[in-house]
C-alpha cells in the first residue's frame, strides 16, 4: 500500500513539473529495448510504467483530465521536461530503435 501511495505522489509531481506529457502504449517492447527508449530520451524526459489506476489517481492529483478513457492496456508516460520534439522523435520514429508502438495522446502544459 505504502509503495501505491508513493507511486502516486512520484507520478503526480512528474505531472506537475512536466512541460508536457506522451500517454504511450509499449505493447511489444522487450525489458531490454525499454532500458534503451529510456537511456535515449534520458536528457528530455523520464519514461515511466505504471498501472493504469495509479495513473488516473496522479493526473487528477495534478488537475489533468486529458487522459479520461485513454488509461487501457499496457500504459507508459514520458515526462517531458526538455525538448518535446526530441522525445517525440525517438518515441516515434520508425528509423530509431526501440520505437514505442503506439502514441495516445500528448497533453502539453500551459
Known amino acids: 500500500m ?4 508513493q507511486t502516486v505522489a512520484e507520478l503526480t509531481d512528474s505531472f506537475k513539473s512536466s512541460n508536457a506529457v506522451f500517454l504511450t502504449e ?3 517492447l522487450t525489458v531490454a529495448q525499454l532500458k534503451e527508449l529510456r537511456r535515449s530520451i534520458s536528457a528530455d524526459a523520464t519514461y515511466a510504467v505504471a498501472k493504469n489506476t495509479l495513473i488516473e489517481i496522479a493526473a487528477k492529483n495534478a488537475g489533468v483530465n486529458a487522459f479520461d478513457g485513454q488509461l487501457f492496456g499496457p500504459t507508459a508516460l514520458a515526462f517531458v521536461t ?3 520534439v526530441t522525445v517525440y522523435r525517438v518515441t516515434q520514429s520508425p528509423l530509431q530503435r526501440p520505437c514505442v508502438t503506439s502514441l495516445r495522446q500528448i497533453l502539453f502544459s500551459s
Open 2 to 5: 505504502a509503495n501505491k501511495v
Open 26 to 28: 509499449y505493447r511489444g
Open 82 to 84: 526538455g525538448d518535446a
